[in-house]
């Protein structure tokens, strides 16, 4: 019954498109009938939360999706990733108010590799600064942070293009930006497998695509930069064998408050809940990543993945996410009234197989060569990410012989961290197309304190 009236939402979605509103509409955070609410084990507080999350959500995803542009292009079958499948001018810089002048932006689509190789199309942004001469603006690869875990969720849509404390400081610092949405976001041939290595596919594959896009415009050399889940995705391709070739044209990448084992990142959480040492602001957070977790590992094993430490209540609330097609406030809101003791079947219970092996599968860190430059950024306050994540995983990978510099920034949390490290990580870029050497160990730096 409940999931007769979510598909017939977005069926009555479907129909109003057909109805002549041409290919403008809205792709995410629809409201929740009230009664397939109630069924899903969301009360009326629920209820308020989704619905006030969803304006949150539509404010920077707008209603104005472009189901055109999205869709698959007729001749992805005779592609190979890599290629470019459509370009589409996102709109000069006067159409969007807040770009920097002369600043131009477009929308693309483009075929990348799924985790098994075969061809998916994927959609993103390029962005590229005013060209002051024929010369070419050297290129940055971004990965971005969650934004949700449905088609409409896709930060190529953002209503404020450049309101983003990341890729546009690149921009106006003269870089051209190349920005995947990830393969499940925008484009819905494919879901979206959240925080798997299919983004380190997705980003690279991007790069190949902007470079057909803009040949005689953009670098052949490439840097990467990401943040968040983008930050995990940027480690991850710090490892992929394509960019161990000096011929990728790949210079070496930068990762803010990057997740890298799932898994191990879980269990500390949960131990801390245990031991009853977390403040009230460290549970919500960590519960409002139950969703967006438990959806991508249910995508990456299909049919078996059941969630074994969730309550039945949690689960069914998990179900409204699709639905609804809820971007990222919306869906950790679907958490924001729950105790853990609502959530979890019991704290002392930890035991997740298919969370291990999906670690295993996905992580970086493992003893793959990392054989150019890598950043890692943290902030010492993130309650999101823990900095003893990323110091473990960089540990790790300087264990297995690869040079990684990790710079912690003390007070900064997980989100104003890739503002208040840009001096840092635009050199960082700098000094990358710049040929400099970037030592020959692993190190570790301190910026900050009260001063930063
Ligand atoms: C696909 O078609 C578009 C538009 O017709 C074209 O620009 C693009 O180059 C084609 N890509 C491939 C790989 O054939
Ligand atoms: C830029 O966009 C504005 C507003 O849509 C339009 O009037 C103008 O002609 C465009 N300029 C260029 C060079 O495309
Ligand atoms: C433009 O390119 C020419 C030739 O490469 C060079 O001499 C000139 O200094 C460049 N101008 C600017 C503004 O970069
Ligand atoms: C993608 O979305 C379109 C509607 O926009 C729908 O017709 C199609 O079935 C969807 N494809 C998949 C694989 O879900
Ligand atoms: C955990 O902490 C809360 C608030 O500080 C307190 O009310 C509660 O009794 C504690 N529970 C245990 C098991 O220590």
Known sequence: ?????????????????????????????????????ESHSCDVVCQQIIAQMNVLDLGTFGTNFDFDFYATAANLSESKPGDLLKLLPRSNSSAI?????????????????????????????????????????????????????????????????????????????????????????????TEHLYLSKAQANDVYYSVLAAQKAFPQRLSQQWVSLGHSQGGGAIWQLSEHKLVQDASSGYLGGVAVAPPTKLSDQFQSTLRSLQSNSSTAEEI????????????????????????????????????????GQLCLYALGGLMLDLTPNDVFLSLSNTDDSQMQKFQALNSPAQGDPARKPLLVIHGSADILVSPESSKASFDASCGYGNILHRTVYVGRDHGS????????????????????????????????????
Not at 418 to 443: N, P, V
Request: neutral net charge; charged residues 15%.
């Open 1 to 37: 019954m409940a999931r007769y009236a979510g598909s017939k939402l977005l069926h009555l979605a479907t129909v109003a498109m057909g109805l002549g509103f041409a290919n403008s509409q809205q792709a995410s955070n629809f409201d929740v009938p009230t009664e397939v609410a």
């Open 97 to 189: 108010s807040n770009a920097p002048e002369g600043v131009t932006a477009y929308k693309f689509q483009y075929t990348s590799a799924a985790l098994d190789g075969t061809p998916v199309p994927v959609t993103g942004l390029i962005a590229l600064p005013p060209a002051t001469n024929d010369s070419r603006s050297n290129l940055v690869a971004f990965a971005h942070g969650t934004t949700g875990l449905y088609r409409g969720c896709a930060p190529s849509t953002y209503t404020q293009l450049f309101n983003d404390d990341g890729w546009p400081r690149a921009v106006a610092a003269g870089y051209a930006v190349v920005v995947s949405d990830f393969a499940g976001l925008g484009n819905n041939y």
């Open 417 to 452: 961290v890739l503002k208040d490290s840009s001096t840092e990580w635009i050199q960082f870029i700098a000094d990358r197309f710049a040929g400099k050497d970037f030592g020959s160990k692993c190190t570790e730096s301190v910026v900050g304190g009260t001063g930063l």
């Open 284 to 323: 919500q957070t960590f519960l409002t990543t139950i969703p967006p977790t438990t959806l991508g590992l249910q995508r990456y094993f299909p049919g078996y993945y059941d969630a074994p430490l969730l309550t039945e209540k949690v689960k069914q609330r998990i179900e409204l996410a699709s639905i």
